[in-house]
């Protein structure tokens, strides 16, 4: 009965509030989501040795937990517009922990790719996902600052749980340190809990005022009750067929456009974290020295994204942000590329140094980007599709990277890969948004003279009809 009614009320963001607390929880669920797949290659030597594999095996468990991650979109979208944001991400988070508890039990490889990859990826995304509808539902003007100082969970968890695990791994072993991990997941499920909705007020509102409808009954007349009725079985109606999947949002070619860049960008956005590590360590780099690159990463990322956000909340910056995106992936990839020679463990710093800037500003950008394209209404939709679209690409970059370095022992090679997707999905985005927003842009335009013809027809009509009024006046 209220369901119809919060449907019709919306409730205006309040931009601060119990949002900053929210934005605390997406903090800490975006920081899970996205650096435990990349600090859990710090156990790839070891799961290496322990089931006799090569890179691109293990390079699949990061693969298919990211995949997870970006796959199960539709389904976190569904759920989250059936049941609502809270409940979906107490579940996701008890199933991310149960996911890497069983993995800590597993005797080989298949076993990894079923709980740590498909169980605990799946319980990241139902957390992850409503996290960002909630931050989009809770803040508006300060989006930009909000979606940034969110992005920075990533670097911050990354530099916290690359060398936590390498530190496990020394106490406890792979196994040891998998079921800690597990344990550390369930906060996951704390940050579910202070996902307050903004509609409860509304609910309250509504079953009000369906109290008071067959209180009006007796006053109205019979005629007016029937039109009363009519309206609320109507407004039932409609509720009843709301889409939990909306794909009509892919009509908008901003979307698509965003679409295409993203696939192209997730080629090669995560191969040269998860691959790093490992690298590092087949240079002779020391372990801990080596599962340290990813702190630095962390540290530059985790002022790069804040840093980044106040910059695209700039009156002049934001509404150019598909091409501030094109920046930030244009210099993420000539980093790649200009490194793809680096040996000794002081260039590997300076690269960490310059990708942990320009992966900053990446991840605080794309979902900033997306929500301006679509908005707050069909960003669960959205966000859903493209995660489904992403959760293909990257199940092709990082294996393909493996099996490169398994066959030709060159990472140089991984290097110009992910710099030349990043380069041209830079390139697209800036053309293709270009195109789109000129000839959107001329669309406009155009009706806006058609419709100041429209409107001097009406005038000149008008006058003409106020003289033949004065003539026949005169006449009489």
């Known amino acids: ?30 920081g ?21 594999c090569g890179y691109s095996d293990t390079a699949w468990i990061s693969s298919i937990m990211l995949a997870m991650l970006y796959g199960s979109g539709p389904v976190s979208s569904i759920m989250v517009n059936r049941y609502g944001c809270r409940p979906v991400m107490l579940f996701g988070g008890l199933l991310a922990s149960a996911g890497m508890i069983g993995a800590s039990f597993t005797t080989n490889i298949i076993q ?19 996290s960002l509808i909630m931050l989009g539902c809770y803040f508006d003007k300060r989006r930009p600052l909000a979606n940034g100082l969110a992005a920075a969970g990533s670097p911050v968890f990354l530099s916290a749980l690359s060398p936590l ?51 009006l009954q007796e006053m109205l007349p019979s005629k007016t009750v029937q039109e009363t009725n009519s309206v609320e079985k109507s407004n039932k109606e409609s509720s009843k067929k709301k889409k939990l999947l909306d794909f009509s949002v892919l009509r908008d070619k901003g979307l698509v456009i965003y679409i295409i860049a993203k696939f192209i960008v997730v080629l090669g956005l995560f191969v040269p974290t998860i691959l790093l590590v490992n690298y590092a360590k087949d240079q002779g780099v020391p372990d801990k020295d080596a599962a340290f690159l990813l702190s630095i990463i962390g540290f530059i990322d985790i002022f790069a994204r804040p840093t980044c956000g106040v ?18 992936l244009l210099f993420n990839g000539l980093t790649d590329v200009c490194s793809a020679r680096n040996t000794d463990y002081k260039g590997l710093v300076i690269f960490c140094v310059f990708f942990g800037l320009s992966y900053g500003m990446v991840g605080a950008l794309q979902f900033e980007v997306l929500m301006g394209i679509t908005g707050t209404d069909t960003f669960s939709s959205a966000l859903g599709l493209v995660l489904l679209f992403e959760a293909v690409a990257v199940l092709i970059g990082p294996p393909s990277a493996g099996r490169l370095v398994d066959a030709y022992r060159n990472y140089e090679l991984i290097f110009y890969m992910a710099g030349g997707e990043l380069i041209t999905a830079s390139i697209f985005l800036t053309v293709a948004s270009y195109c789109c927003l000129k000839r959107r842009k001329n669309k406009d335009t155009a009706c806006g003279q058609d419709s100041d013809i429209e409107g001097n027809h009406t005038d000149r009509d008008h006058i003409n009809h106020k003289s033949n009024y004065a003539m026949k006046d005169n006449g009489r």
Do not use: H
Not at 7 to 21: A, I, K, L, N, S
Not at 112 to 120: E, R
Not at 175 to 197: D, K, Q
């Open 1 to 30: 009965m209220g369901a119809g009614v919060v449907e019709r009320d919306r409730v205006d963001p309040p931009d601060g509030g119990w949002g900053w607390v929210v934005l605390l929880g997406g903090f800490i669920i975006t």
């Open 32 to 52: 899970f989501s996205y650096a435990f797949p990349k600090a859990i290659s710090v156990y790839f030597k070891e799961l290496m040795r322990d089931f006799g």
């Open 112 to 130: 990894l790719y079923l709980t740590a990859g498909v169980i605990t990826g799946l319980g990241l995304a139902l957390n992850f996902q409503p």
């Open 165 to 215: 695990g390498q530190v496990l791994l020394d106490r406890f072993g792979w196994r040891g340190g998998f079921l800690i991990m597990g344990g550390l997941l369930l906060n996951c499920c704390t940050c579910g809990a202070v996902m307050r909705p903004l509609g409860c007020r509304v609910r309250r509102t509504a079953a009000r005022g369906e109290a008071n409808t067959q209180e």
């Open 311 to 328: 910059v695209a909340g700039l009156k002049w910056i934001r509404p150019k942000m598909p091409y501030f995106f094109s920046l930030a």
